[in-house]
């Protein structure tokens, strides 16, 4: 498969700041991408990059086969943007913007347009000044899917949005997924959302990618956490590979194990002899906040 | 007003660059000219025989308001006439800053929800600006007592500046509850500003005359604290009646803001257009621009209509006196007399188009620093395409307003030749461009500066208001490029100072662009 996204060792200064620090991104065309990190990771600065405007200080970057930085008039023909801090212009109203920025990049799709207006209960009257952070982000969001385009770029795109909205947000990716010639590439904070929409997803921390894969991919890194009444002392199990967190409270124990090492420990429990067992299933949620705490290399 | 303490010194930490800056670059000015004139006029008889000349010189009462007296102090008082727009210029855009701006950024929502008054934001910024004027005019008090000048006349000549420093704080603080943004406020601000000054002349010239409409000067705060006459006869009652207005516009912008909800204006929003019926960047460069294009261009052609209004009493000041046709006869005659009026009135037209060019340019700036840059450039816009649609205003606009300046001025004097004065006011436009070119520069060289585009105008404003009077060297004089611009009408139209400067303009133009295209967005 062809890469819609294919980012290399990519490297950003701001001065003395490093924002990329050799960051890796690859997406395959036809896929829905997550893109994650916590705060200041550097999601928007590759996005800007991928958009032409910023240029990177190191490492390769194509965008639809082409050059991000010089062929940006012709790539952005081919893709849309929602940017994460959406400003509308204030004496514009929101239909205006929707059609402006439609037009601007080539052409939008008028039914399709009216379609999701009804679907997202957006009022396309009211002018950019008035609207809530919410519809705002409505506006840029109907203004990036309406178009009919190769590429989707979203920076965050449900912050703001109610449950309900946010719901509908992902029926309209799902239905373009469907479709299987539309690339998506989503940054996110919302795990669920990350979890229901993307075939694969990136990490990044410090400007440097720190995980990518599938979802399943991803599950396997996880640790599955045990809680168990024993029979006798656990001798030896502490102290196997692959188990974290050891904590035994007279015939309680408490810990987390890597998947590989699930099953040595499980023949551990059973040769003491297990009365209860609790075990919980790796957690999306867990990965990220250990990838996003993870000490520096 | 609890919080107004805090706030207070919130904003001197915020302002404590500008503030200082004006606060005493505009109280020193003053003292500068007395040396000045000490030195062009030495003697009594010469100081009187200038002031015969200047106070019924029409373009001169236009600039700095009207002369009573010859002695230095009263002079030096008269000749800093334009002072007061500076000072009500600088209290304006202070108080918006720390009010409506602050309210359109959220600023005042963080703060709103601290521990702190309603009015306690209106009340910090209008105090501060209040005692910024006061500070001035302690300073510029000071520094003329350091010249040696009359006590009495000193104070009163302080009291001016600090007046009018105050009375447009108060127009200020109104303003800013009217619309929802600051860039409105301040605008509307300007246009308040500017009908004061426009009143003033109106009242000034006609007391030249006949004197029918000399009542204009009294509905004007300009026209008030200039008629305290510093040095001549000390007059204090206008003092009390700026400080009533300043009074009943802090208690008018009080009223208003509670009248109003958080974050509005007084003025409800209405329902637009469900779809556009535009859709290329030159639309879009329009819907931007058209705003200031029109605003501009209604206040030039009144600019026009005054200046050539004017023009007339000129002429009929040098048929009707008959001890001053003798000057007129050495100054060149009647025509030359009228002709330099119009070259005069033509560069001060030139300077103010240059500050709407500037303006216009900086438009670049907002769009990029509110991410609208960032949602246009990344559709199938080139920056060359956005950046080039907005420049064809700000090239084209400054065009536009001074044809309305000169067709305004040449309709309110018709027994001047139409043609020569048009060409007087368009041929400051290569001098605005190049003005326009360095904020294109600084926005594509020095993006986070971009501000710094104000300093060239400033500085050919400095040059204008000191430059003759202080006598300085040539060179200095040399580098605003309204000093190469030919003197029209009356003056040699040579056409090669005209071509250079566009070319410089063009030359910075292209540099400034070649800069954006390499640079990041949002810089
Ligand atoms: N124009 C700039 N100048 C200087 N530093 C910058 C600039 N833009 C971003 N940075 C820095 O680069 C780093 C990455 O920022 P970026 O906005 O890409 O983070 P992010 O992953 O999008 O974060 P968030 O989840 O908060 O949106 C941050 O440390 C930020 O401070
Ligand atoms: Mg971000």
Known sequence: MTEAIDATGLVKRFGQVTALDGLDLHVATGEVHGFLGPNGAGKTTTIRILLGLMRHNGGSVSLLGGNPWTEATALHRRLAYVPGDV??????????????????????????????????????????????????QKVALIAALSSDVELLILDEPTSGLDPLMEEVFREVILEEKRRGDRTVLLSSHILAEVEALCDRLTIIRDGRTVETGTLTDLRHLTRTSIQAELAGPPDGLATLTGVHDF??????????????????????????????????????????????????? | MTGTGKLVRL??????????????????????????????????????????????????????????????????????????VLVALCALLTVIRHTRADEEAGRTELIGAAAVSRHAQLAAALITTCVAGVLLGAVLTAAMLGQGMPAMGSVAFGAEMALTGCAFAGVGAITAQLTSSARSARSIAVVALGVAFVLRVG???????????????????????????????????????????????????????????FGAGLLPARLGPASASFGSPFALAWHLHRGLLLGWTAGFALLGLIFGGVGGSVLDIASDNEGLSDIFARLGGSTALVDSYFAGTAGIVGLIAACYAVQATLRLRDEEQTGHAEAVLSTAVSRYTWAGTNLFFVLLGPAVVLTAEGL?????????????????????????????????????????????????????????????????????????????????PGGDATATPLIALTLLAALLTATGMAGLRRRNIPA
């Open chain 2, 11 to 84: 904003i001197l930490r915020r302002d404590r660059i500008v503030l200082p800056l004006w606060v005493v670059l505009l109280g020193l000015i003053p003292a500068g000219y007395v040396a000045s004139f000490e030195g062009l006029f030495p003697t009594e008889a010469e100081r009187v025989n200038y002031a015969q000349v200047s106070a019924s010189n029409a373009g001169f009462v236009t600039l700095y308001g009207p002369l009573h007296g010859s002695s230095l102090g009263e002079l030096v008082a008269w000749r800093a006439g334009f002072l007061p």
């Open chain 1, 247 to 297: 904590q035994l409270d007279h015939d309680r124990v408490r810990f987390d194990v890597d998947t590989e090492a699930l099953e040595p420990a499980l023949q551990k429990l059973v040769q003491v002899g297990v009365r209860s067992l609790v075990s919980q299933p790796p957690s999306l949620e867990e990965l990220f906040l250990r990838q996003y705490q993870k000490a520096d290399r």
């Open chain 1, 87 to 136: 400003t509308l212009w204030p004496t514009l109203t929101g239909g205006e913007v929707i059609d402006l920025l439609g037009r601007l990049r080539g052409g939008l799709d008028a039914k399709r347009k009216a379609d999701l207006l009804e679907r997202f209960q957006l009022d396309p009257r009211k002018k950019g000044r008035t609207y809530s952070k919410g519809n705002r």
């Open chain 2, 408 to 488: 305004a001025t040449g309709l309110a004097y018709p027994q001047g030749d139409l043609g020569a004065i048009l060409a007087g006011t368009l041929v400051q436009l290569p001098a605005v461009w190049v003005l326009a070119a360095l904020a294109v520069l600084a926005f594509g060289l020095i993006p986070r500066l971009s501000a710094v585009a104000w300093a060239p105008p400033a500085l050919c404003l400095l040059i204008l208001l000191v430059g003759q009077t202080l006598q300085l060297d040539q060179w200095f004089l040399d580098i605003s490029p309204f000093t190469h611009v030919p003197h029209l």
């Open chain 2, 203 to 261: 009242g000034d010239v006609s007391a030249l005359g006949n004197g029918s409409l000399s009542w204009l000067s009294w509905v004007s705060p300009l026209g008030w604290v200039q008629h305290l006459f510093p040095y001549g006869v000390n007059d204090w009652w206008p003092a009390v009646l700026t400080i009533l207005f300043t009074i009943a516009a802090a208690g008018t912008a009080a009223v208003l803001l509670t009248r109003r909800d």
